[in-house]
């Protein structure tokens, strides 16, 4: 029996049954976890599933003390669980009292609670173009506490020579930082997954959970968590939680004491993911490979949810409902969106959505052609060519991900250099809403950019512009600002390295200034004048985008809202180019003058300008 979450989740009961215990022979079944362990009043979910799980449990018949309609009692072939559907529509916040019995007799008595809702809670906003997403992965940016760096009862302890051991960062660390994150512009942060993920060894990246309504207790608590957001919200910052609906760990608790044998994809036994996931919708794919895409397990390590099961799927929109009113949530990453049984994700994102309908979700689409990226997309007519509408507002730009990484080594060509950024954006029309596309230089699972460009800082200037300038919402990965390498033909470990300073000992503390190296500060210094612009800017965030053909690999485009017009001049070239501002009349109009952001030079727009080799301009017209 696992004490200690009893302990945690249930000590009314427990004690209550001590107090039975005394005065009966009989031996009761004991829960040991109840989830969603609480819920709140007024929530448009407000038909919930609770399932009560303990030896022999689903022995008992279950009412409730108060007024409340029970709308099922679900049993399943294993006796341990107990799945019992209330309606908590006109129901005040309130502790329900649930009655065990057997042969009419209570047994014992469960608490439930109903809370209050924060005011106003189901019309938080998500995130959006106007923000500006800083990734991390806590247990690489900031160790704010040493004590919970191996914890009792969790296998896989501190070991930070290990690439893919755990380093000890945790929620203090991020909360030590967030001044940090604010100042050099960003305005959200998406951490890596913090549940708790029990696997023995590589658990760091924490995408085996293991207790899904539980912060793995060395990154904290929940309470840790909630004070984060608490903290988050105080700066205006925004928190975005890493979501995964694909799969959890083969540690978690219910894989080892299964509900159903289909609450995962079994083949029987092990079967792979082809990780094919056109074969989503290609009308021409074989069943089989379609089942081993959607129902092949993500790793061996990771069983695969099957989301067409409606005590799994509930489950699972229970569970991110209840962390996004829990820890006051402002979006979710969904994990390998992609990979999730189409109808079952759907299902689960239209749920959270119709709970709260200006919250965001971007869904992790790692695919390599904007018609497949767009059938993701909410409202997407490719995916309506197939009655597919995913409901996730949200999707990562991955095609203009693949033309960053080689576009600024190219020399100017049909189809190379700056042109790769402006093809990218040509297909734009295939989404119904560019301004919720995700954009970024690389993230937790790539090579870093400033691997791919030597450290060069030309390019991360070029790249940088680019991503923050253009449509969607810029994502930048933790340590890009101080010229992070990473190289992912090394593994995982190495663009997944320590923010330097982020350790009590550590040589360098590169979240100071005064520590930082010249090259570091040239990123850094850069990183925050672009963004800190951006914050500001309504064109940026919103503008239309009109951009113009690439000549000599100078691409040149403006963002323009109401009475605000930003044009872009990103230079390529080796050389320094002179433009002719004839050909951007249509957007420059009557406009003779702006300022460069980058530089804070005043300059004069009459006949031509000259832009620097290898240099990005951001003119304030
Ligand atoms: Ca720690």
Redesign the pocket.
């Known amino acids: 029996m696992k004490t200690n979450s009893f302990f945690q989740k249930a000590p009314v009961v427990f004690s209550l049954f001590l107090l039975l215990n005394i005065f009966s022979a009989e031996v009761y079944a004991q829960i040991e976890r109840i989830e969603p362990p609480f819920w709140w009043a007024g929530m448009e979910t407000s038909e919930i599933e609770i399932l009560f799980y303990g030896k022999d449990i689903a022995e008992y018949n279950v009412s409730t003390e108060e007024d409340v309609v029970i709308n099922g009692v679900l049993k399943t072939e294993n006796p341990n669980y107990l799945f019992i559907t209330i309606e908590t529509k006109n129901l005040q916040p309130q502790t329900l009292h649930f009655n065990f019995s057997k042969k009419k007799r209570v047994k014992f008595t469960q608490e439930y609670e109903l809370k209050e809702r924060k005011e106003n809670s189901a019309l938080r906003e998500g995130f959006s173009s106007a923000d500006v997403m800083y990734l991390l992965m806590p247990d690489r940016f900031a160790?704010g506490?040493?004590d919970?760096?191996s914890v009792d009862g969790l296998m896989d302890k501190l070991n930070r020579s290990e690439s893919g051991g755990r380093h000890?960062?945790?929620i203090q660390g991020i909360i030590d930082h967030l001044d940090y994150i604010k100042d050099l512009g960003a305005t959200s942060i998406w951490s890596t997954p913090l549940l708790e993920d029990n696997d023995k060894a590589y658990s760091y990246h924490t995408y085996a959970q293991s207790d899904v309504y539980k912060i793995d207790p060395?990154y904290g608590s929940n309470e840790d968590y909630k004070r984060l957001a608490k903290e988050m919200h105080d700066r205006d910052l925004k928190l975005i939680m890493d979501y995964v609906t694909n799969h959890w760990g083969a540690e978690h608790w219910m894989i080892k004491d299964l509900p159903t044998y289909d609450w995962i994809h079994q083949f029987p036994g092990y079967a792979n993911s082809n990780y094919r996931m056109e074969t989503q919708y290609d009308p021409h794919a074989s069943a089989i490979d379609t089942k081993y895409c959607v129902e092949g397990w993500f790793v061996k390590t990771m069983p695969d949810l099957n989301q067409s099961n409606p005590l799994v799927l509930n489950y699972l929109i229970q569970n991110a409902i209840w962390w996004i009113e829990f820890a006051d949530l402002d979006g979710f990453r969904v994990d390998t969106y992609s990979y999730n049984d189409k109808a079952g994700i759907s299902k689960w994102t239209k749920a959270i959505m119709d709970e709260y309908p200006n919250f965001n979700i971007v869904g992790e689409v790692w695919l390599h052609n904007q018609a497949q990226i767009s059938y993701w997309q909410k409202d997407s007519e490719i995916g309506a060519l197939q009655d597919f509408n995913s409901y996730c507002p949200s999707v990562m730009d991955f095609t203009l991900h693949d033309a960053l990484g080689s576009m600024f080594k190219e020399a100017a060509g049909w189809g190379s250099g700056m042109q790769k950024a402006y093809g990218n954006f040509v297909n734009d029309f295939l989404y119904p809403n560019t301004n919720n596309l995700l954009v970024f230089l690389e993230n937790h699972d790539t090579g870093r950019f400033n691997e791919i460009y030597n450290q060069d800082f030309n390019s991360y200037q070029l790249g940088l512009t680019l991503m923050a300038t253009t449509r969607g919402i810029p994502q930048l990965y933790y340590g890009s600002e101080i010229g992070m390498r990473g190289d992912k033909g090394k593994g995982d470990g190495d663009i997944r390295q320590d923010f330097p300073g982020g350790w009590e000992g550590d040589n360098q503390n590169a979240f100071e200034k005064s520590e930082r190296t010249k090259l570091q500060e040239n990123f850094h210094s850069f990183t925050k004048k672009l963004l800190n612009f951006r914050k500001n800017s309504k064109a940026i965030h919103q503008g239309e985008l009109t951009h113009y053909l690439p000549e000599n690999n100078v691409y040149v485009y403006f963002r323009e809202f109401e009475n605000e017009k930003v044009m872009v001049i990103l230079n390529n070239n080796e050389k320094e180019q002179t433009l002719d501002l004839n050909r951007f009349q249509e957007n420059l109009g009557r406009i003779s003058n702006g300022k460069d952001i980058l530089s804070g030079k005043q300059l004069q727009l009459e006949e031509k300008l000259s832009i620097a080799g290898k240099k990005p301009m951001v003119i304030q017209l």
């Open positions: 160790n506490n040493p919970n760096d000890g960062g945790d060395r």
